[in-house]
């Protein structure tokens, strides 16, 4: 038994037809980047009112701002944690070589070294969990202080620009 298949309409959801226009127009072999006036004429094309249009765009824009600032906070806490390596690592050099000329074997900078060691351990554990409460409470907090940061920054180049 055969059957027609011109006559069988295929039905898409939302996601699919998303999936499948990604799909799309990253196969296209397009040289260069899209205009704002080709993406309004894309989204006329697909019966995308501009007003949709519009909102969805400055949601794409929020997203990638936020996801600018957690890229800038890991960059922070990979920094902060390369500085306590660092911090760890002299220190504890300085106090292995005194235990070793002080008493000729390594004893008391052991513990130190050991203590410490399980510390930048577990702080170097949190620096790269990206998820969770903790990381989020971390993230706010480090986004208020940029925030006041900037703010305090701004004043005051307002105040020197106008004295």
């Known amino acids: 038994m055969q059957t027609d298949n011109s006559k069988i309409t295929r039905v898409y959801s939302q996601e699919e037809i998303q999936q499948i226009l990604h799909l799309a127009i990253s196969r296209q072999n397009y040289e260069g980047e899209f205009s704002r006036d080709q993406l309004a004429e894309i989204a006329a094309e697909l019966e995308i009112s501009p007003e949709n249009l519009l909102a969805a765009e400055r949601e794409w824009l929020n997203q990638q701002g936020e996801l600018q600032k957690r890229q800038a906070f890991n960059t922070y806490r990979l920094g902060r944690l390369k500085k ?9 050099t ?3 070589l005194l235990n070793l000329v002080g008493a000729g074997t ?13 510390g930048l351990g577990l702080n170097a ?14 993230f706010q907090k480090w986004n208020r202080q940029n925030q006041l940061r900037q703010s ?12």
């Not at 306590?84 to 504890?92: D, K, L, P, W």
């Not at 390594?106 to 399980?118: A, D, E, P, Q, V």
């Not at 305090?152 to 004295?163: D, G, M, P, V, Y």
């Open 84 to 92: 306590r390596f660092g911090n760890y690592a002299i220190v504890n």
């Open 94 to 96: 300085f106090f292995v």
């Open 106 to 118: 390594l004893t008391w900078s052991l513990y130190i070294l050991l203590f410490w060691g399980l």
């Open 125 to 138: 554990w949190n620096t790269f969990q990206s998820d969770g409460e903790d990381y989020e409470r971390d």
């Open 152 to 163: 305090i920054n701004s004043f005051f180049n307002n105040f020197l620009k106008a004295w």
